[in-house]
């Protein structure tokens, strides 16, 4: 199984920064990656789909890169209803379909 | 506007089954993959199952941790999905989410349920 790694485990920040979160596949996995928002008591959000491609409705200021093992998730200005905990997923090579352990933002 | 539905969870002891369900709308349901993904107290997220379309074989995946424990099935007319959970473990508690899979062969879930807990107890 593809094992995903996400860094940093939690991280603090104020509503206007800049935010980035780092996925590291333990194989090449193509831009076959998603990233997931889920916020307390309710179920995970699609925010972005083949490592770059915005799912519809969700605001610009999120952002995906990278292909292969690195991947990058950036919000540009950070807004109250971000803070939350994001997962990525690589869906290359099943089963299974393996998820990071999530990174939690918090607010500073 | 998609909507997927899960009900059955509920408080069951090791051993024992149950049985839950995705009712989904807002969509043709034939149409899509289905998968089952939960969520440990606390914990991060676990797929658990998968199964194809119908134009695809109606298939199915399952995770190490559930197979030949878990069957996923499906009833189109009825744009129901389901999770049959047999000789439940107490690690099997969690939040169960029904998710709509999308794609053809490369598949990631783009709609979610609210989710259903299944706490397994004595």
């Known amino acids: 199984a593809i094992r995903m790694t996400q860094s940093p485990s939690s991280l603090s920040a104020s509503t206007g920064d800049r935010v980035t979160i780092t996925c590291r596949a333990s194989q090449g996995i193509s831009s076959y990656l998603a990233w997931y928002q889920q916020k307390p008591g309710k179920a995970p959000k699609l925010l972005i789909y083949a490592a770059s491609t915005l799912q519809s409705g969700v605001p610009s200021r999120f952002s995906g890169s990278g292909s292969g093992t690195d991947f990058t998730l950036t919000i540009s200005c950070l807004q109250s209803e971000d803070f939350a905990t994001y997962y990525c997923?690589?869906?290359?090579?099943?089963?299974?379909?393996?998820f990071g352990q999530g990174t939690k933002v918090e607010i500073k | 506007e998609v909507q997927l539905v899960e009900s059955g969870g509920g408080l069951v002891q090791p051993g024992r089954s149950l049985r839950l369900s995705c009712t989904a709308s807002?969509?043709?349901?034939?149409?899509?993959?289905m998968s089952w993904v939960r969520q440990a107290p606390g914990k991060g997220l676990e797929w658990v199952g998968f199964?194809?379309?119908?134009?695809?074989?109606?298939?199915?995946e399952y995770a190490a941790s559930v197979k030949g424990r878990f069957t996923i099935s499906r009833d189109d007319s009825k744009s129901i999905a389901y999770l049959q959970m047999n000789s439940l473990k107490t690690e099997d508690t969690a939040v169960y989410y029904c998710t709509r899979t999308y794609g053809d062969y490369e598949y990631y879930f783009d709609y979610w349920g609210q989710g259903t807990l299944v706490t397994v107890s004595s």
């Open positions: 997923q690589q869906y290359y090579s099943y089963p299974p379909w393996t």
């Open positions: 199964i194809r379309s119908k134009a695809y074989g109606g298939t199915t």
């Open positions: 807002g969509f043709t349901f034939g149409d899509y993959a």
